[in-house]
């Protein structure tokens, strides 16, 4: 077991990191899923690791999300600038209709897909306790092939926007995450394109509901287990930071149609590298 880091050591992870979340704020995936098991295979423990890279995508997912939206590949701005006239404007309807009402669509894409990480972790801890390890990893497998396969296939296809299919993927997201502390991406991204939403809006989107969620999730771990060990965390956060603008020029630059192609290709190798692991390490 690893409990402190070389320099060298903090160089690779640092790397790692770097391009981890180039990828992740690229495509809107792949953060949690590539890291976790590469500082596994560098003698980390689970514990040393979770915490580490919830706290490091919720810095990285906040700031890539306004990046993003600095980039002009999504509107987060609300309509009224100023709080206050917010709070004053229209008394006669609530505070909570009244900011509703000025923040951008985005935005509350982002914070609807949030609020559901809620109730899919409250989901997802009940099943967990009943359910076999392999069944819940054969799930998120073949769930991210299905997503994949879809995009690819109706990818030209221009779907109608839905409110009710992003609550569903929010709480399908987070239920995975709940589970098995990965599979978020995947499908609150692939889920938003089937959903309606614009590609690299998408991207940008997940980003920043995927900070908020990590957030809480930061928050439980910290109440829970006080003596976290962060020996990783300043390598992982400055790596993940410092490929953030980089990540949200890219989506600015690429073709829309391309970057779904890319999402599609991309979240159906996951799919494969998921189920490939499970037969080959937990069925063979």
């Known amino acids: 077991m690893i409990f402190n880091l070389s320099i060298s050591l903090g160089i690779v992870v640092f790397f790692v990191a770097f391009f981890a979340e ?39 997912g906040i700031f890539a999300g306004f990046a993003h939206h600095r980039f002009g590949n999504v509107d987060f701005k609300p309509k009224t600038n100023c709080l206050i006239s ?47 390890r392999i069944v819940l990893k054969i799930y998120i497998g073949i769930l991210i092939l299905v997503i994949g396969f879809f995009i690819l296939l109706t990818r030209t296809k221009n779907y109608q926007f839905s409110w009710k ?39 940008a989107i997940t980003s920043l509901a995927e900070g908020i ?15 976290i060990d ?3 965390a300043p390598y992982l956060i400055a790596g993940a930071i410092l490929s953030v603008p980089l990540s949200a020029f ?7 149609r391309n970057l779904q192609l890319f999402i599609g290709i991309m979240t159906l190798v996951l799919g494969i590298f998921c189920v490939g692991k499970i037969v080959f390490y937990d069925l063979l």
């Open 230 to 232: 962060w020996v990783l």
């Open 165 to 203: 299919k992003l609550a569903a993927m929010g709480i399908l997201a987070a239920f995975n995450k709940g589970m098995s502390g990965g599979g978020y991406g995947p499908v609150v991204t692939g889920g938003q394109l089937l959903a309606g939403v614009e590609s690299k809006s998408a991207i």
């Open 213 to 227: 969620t990590c957030l809480v999730g930061i928050s439980v771990y910290i109440l829970l287990k006080p003596s």
């Open 86 to 132: 917010i709070i004053k404007k229209d008394k006669k309807t609530d505070l909570f209709s009244r900011l509703r009402k000025n923040l951008s669509r985005h935005l509350k894409i982002s914070l609807l897909i949030a609020s559901c990480s809620i109730i899919g972790t409250v989901a997802a801890v009940f099943l967990a306790i009943n359910l076999p």
């Open 250 to 256: 890219t989506v600015k630059s690429i073709n829309t």
């Open 22 to 60: 180039y990828f992740d704020s690229s495509l809107g995936m792949g953060y949690g899923t590539t890291l976790t098991p590469v500082l596994l295979f560098m003698g980390y423990e689970p514990l040393q690791i979770i915490p580490v890279i919830l706290l490091s995508e919720m810095i990285t």
